[in-house]
């Protein structure tokens, strides 16, 4: 087949790319490590009126109506800035939710979504944690076959530390009840398996960004950087690292595009195909993130340089939704048409 993008969604992705590198520059992301919320002030409503967050919400009801092929390259841009606001979890997996539930909490929410007025928080089977909960106005949380909206106040939460300074994960307790229920049933694990796996693809896009930022800040540091009378990126040792990080990426980038394309349209191949993507962007991720710490030495472990901030944001995507050796697993479950272990089982 034949996939590309369009002229609009590349011209969408560089709105996206420039008003991240005015609004969430490094400083940005330093100081949103240091504040409370870890946020950056004032980006969620830019974000908003720009119609990122609403990208997934239907026309009807506010949004742009655009799907996982549109949206790919926007997540992409927000992991290539290490975005802390939660853009994945609201367009990626909430806003499509929401709409494929439907009824009062869908007429309720996907407008305020579309607007940048909600923070929703979504907490699957399998994960540990619900990142951003503290901040939610709604929070959609799977129980078995069922999901359910809460509200903060029907939610018990306790912090917890996170390796990326800029994420605030929260332990959720809560009791199920008829009356947040949204979907049960065949139903609802259905909506809640492809929920899942949106969730993958996203943190694959945004690990896609966040390689490929890593692996620019190398190539310019080993531009800079003089021993023994000539820049460290002219020693083959080192343009070696970069080739084969360079590679690894690329190879990782097409398979998550695809994967958009296969949840846009829910091809049969989505699961597979989500999966592949995960794998091969985690490992792509990873071996940038070495990459830079080998091209930079020490350096990057300090707090006074950026790079230390996109490798935790690395070690924390890698593994959300299932790290590479899960999604492997999976994929060979899916070719050999073995049992898939549940969701929740093994990440």
Not at 110 to 127: F, H, S
Request: hydrophobic content about 45%; charged content about 20%; proline content about 5%.
């Amino acid at each position: 087949m034949e996939f590309g993008f369009s002229e609009d969604q590349r011209l969408f992705q560089q709105t996206v790319a420039d008003l991240l590198a005015n609004e969430c520059p490094h400083e940005a992301v330093a100081e949103a490590w240091k504040t409370e919320s870890g946020q950056v002030p004032g980006l969620w409503e830019k974000l908003g009126e720009l119609g990122i967050l609403g990208a997934t919400v239907p026309e009807a009801s506010g949004g742009l109506g655009l799907d996982e092929v549109d949206l790919v390259l926007l997540l992409e841009e927000s992991g290539r800035r290490a975005c802390p606001e939660p853009i994945a979890t609201v367009a990626g997996i909430a806003a499509p939710l929401l709409a494929e539930v439907g009824g009062d909490v869908a007429t309720q929410w996907l407008p305020r979504i579309a607007a940048g007025e909600a923070r929703v928080a979504v907490g699957l089977a399998g994960d540990r944690y619900v990142a951003d909960a503290a901040a939610a106005d709604l929070l959609l949380l799977q129980h078995g076959d069922e999901l359910h909206a809460l509200a903060p106040g029907d939610v018990r939460l306790e912090a917890k530390p996170s390796v990326d300074g800029a994420r605030r994960i929260y332990d959720v307790t809560w009791t199920p009840t008829p009356a947040s229920c949204i979907a049960a049933g065949t139903e609802g694990a259905a909506i809640a398996r492809r929920a899942f796996d949106r969730g993958a693809w996203a943190a694959a896009a945004q690990l896609v960004g966040l390689a490929s930022e890593l692996l620019d800040m190398s190539v310019e540091y080993a531009k800079g950087r003089v021993q023994f009378g000539q820049p460290i990126g002219a020693f083959q040792a080192v343009k070696h690292h970069l080739a084969n990080a360079k590679t690894r990426l690329e190879f990782a980038r097409v398979p998550t595009y695809y994967a958009s394309n296969s949840l846009a349209h829910d091809l049969p191949s989505r699961a597979l195909d989500v999966s592949t993507a995960k794998a091969l962007a985690s490992d792509a991720a990873h071996l940038c993130f070495r990459t830079a710490l080998q091209c930079h030495g020490a350096i990057a472990y300090t707090y006074e340089y950026p790079a230390h901030m996109w490798m935790k944001r690395v070690l924390v995507l890698e593994r959300l939704h299932g790290d590479a050796s899960w999604h492997r697993q999976r994929a060979a479950r899916l070719l050999l048409d073995a049992p898939v272990p549940s969701d929740g089982a093994t990440r």
